[in-house]
């Protein structure tokens, strides 16, 4: 019985790191930021003229899927942090709606949070999945953000995820 209980285990973990190695693909390295992420398998890199380089998937619906960053200073907590940045958002975008909020951990340790919403930008529905993560110095936070369809669902929150788990500073 322990034997099969084992190998079950096993087994399970190589399924999910077989799934979770096909939806990545090329490692995105931001050598001024300091920061690795390794992007969607199939995605790519696209410059927008902004401080960092975007990434964008094939086209759905109407809209890229993408994952955008951003720094800024700041020297409090992640959480207060958020607190802050949910108001913005809601004055910015029309018919926000928050869906999740909750803490996470890159494979390399580092903590942050996300928050999923709802929002209209223009005409388009969006779904947004905005992560926060401190420097290593707690003087700055990265957000990363994730943009899909709306009508999506939460069918890009995995490719998301899998992307910013490999989220790393590098210096």
Known sequence: MKKSLILFCILTVLFAQTIYSQQLGDLYTERNAGFTMSMPLGWQTIDFNQKYLMIMGPEDGGLSPNIGFGDEAYNGSISAYIDIVIPLVQQLFS?????????????????????????????????????????????????????????????????????????????
Not at 117 to 145: C, D, E, H, S, W
């Open 95 to 171: 018919d926000f709606t928050l869906v999740e909020r909750s803490s996470f951990t890159t494979n390399a340790g580092v903590t942050g949070e996300y928050v999923t919403y709802f929002a209209t930008m223009g005409a388009i529905r969006v779904r947004q999945k905005l992560y926060v993560f401190p420097n290593r110095r707690g003087t700055a936070v990265m957000a990363i953000t994730g943009t899909a369809p709306g009508n999506s669902g939460s069918r890009y929150d995995a490719v998301f995820d899998a992307s910013v788990k490999t989220f790393n500073w590098t210096r």
